[in-house]
């Protein structure tokens, strides 16, 4: 995992390197067609290479959370606060209450699998609206809020409901009965190791924050994910993987952190720049970044 990671800096360093050599390669194509291709490729990759690299960083972070001061969970605060605020556990009530109606389980599990094609999408619309500066503030602004929750898993390690309640545990998902996305989920993410990661819900702290940059985006694609959005926060207690006092506390993250980021993202921009292209051509090229968000980095880097 190591030399993995590594290698994710190195190309995290080289990557804004990278797109110009592919973008110099297309230039000197006899075919505008594939150079547009090839522009286009490089440039996306560019943009949006830091999603897939989400997939490792997670894991990890659980990996560590169970290591970490001898792997001490809170679990029992979080169940406490359930019981006080609620008057008893709505991870364990929710799914006994419904988990008998096959067409609602279905849609419980599609959204909670769903959420990851979700959270990717979203922040790709601002790019094929041409605003390539745009997208990439958006992906600075995920990718802090995934850095520093992973951060915060390894060392406040909150397992969730279905690895703290014994009755949860034994159950497991045998009971629940669906169609296609029921059977996906019991096949794979049941049993994937995410104990550790509870508090704030990352998927909770993504939606929110896809559901925020959507409304941002364009109207329309925020009425399409408002009631998704909403789903997705319901399915992370019905299927009992999180405490309901994770849905708030991954709320409160977004609306502290969001806003911070994504006022951040010109600082962090000229520092990434700086670090891959070096000091004299950053300070050349973002000369005029600090003033807005629109006319920053395509311009600029050009």
């Not at 973002?286 to 395509?298: I, V």
Request: glycine share 8%; charged share 15%.
């Amino acid at each position: 995992m190591a030399l993995a990671f590594l290698a994710i800096a190195a190309f995290s360093l080289l990557a804004g390197r990278l797109e110009s050599a592919l973008s110099a390669k297309a230039g000197a194509m006899a075919s505008k067609k594939k150079a547009g291709i090839l522009r286009g490729l490089a440039s996306f990759v560019r943009t949006y290479y830091p999603q897939p690299l989400i997939a490792a960083f997670f894991p990890e972070s659980i990996l560590l959370s169970a290591q970490a001061l001898g792997g001490l969970s809170h679990d029992d605060f979080f169940m406490a606060a359930d019981q006080r605020i609620f008057g008893f556990q709505p991870a364990r009530e929710f799914s006994r209450a419904f988990g008998h109606l096959p067409w609602l389980n279905e849609i419980m599990f599609a959204v909670y699998i769903g959420y990851f094609a979700f959270m990717v999408f979203a922040i790709w619309i601002p790019y094929f609206k041409g605003d390539r500066a745009e997208g990439e503030r958006q992906m600075f602004v995920v990718a802090a809020l995934i850095a520093v929750a992973c951060v915060w898993y390894v060392f406040f390690r909150v397992q969730g409901p279905k690895y703290w309640l014994p009755d949860l545990r034994e159950a497991w998902y045998d009971g629940f009965k669906g169609g296609f996305f029921v059977g996906l989920f019991k096949s794979t993410l049941a049993h994937a190791t995410l104990s550790g990661a509870a508090f704030p819900s990352t998927h909770v702290i993504l939606t929110c924050a896809t559901l925020a940059l959507a409304f941002k985006n364009d109207r329309r694609y925020f009425a399409v994910y408002l009631p998704i959005a909403v789903l997705i926060l319901c399915s992370t207690v019905y299927i009992y993987a999180h405490w309901a006092v994770d849905i708030l506390g991954g709320i409160a993250f977004v609306g502290v952190f969001a806003p911070l980021f994504y006022r951040l993202y010109v600082k962090a921009d000229r520092v990434a720049l700086r670090l891959s292209n070096g000091p004299a051509q950053a300070n050349g090229t973002r000369g005029s970044a600090e003033g807005s968000t629109e006319g920053s980095a395509e311009g600029e880097r050009s």
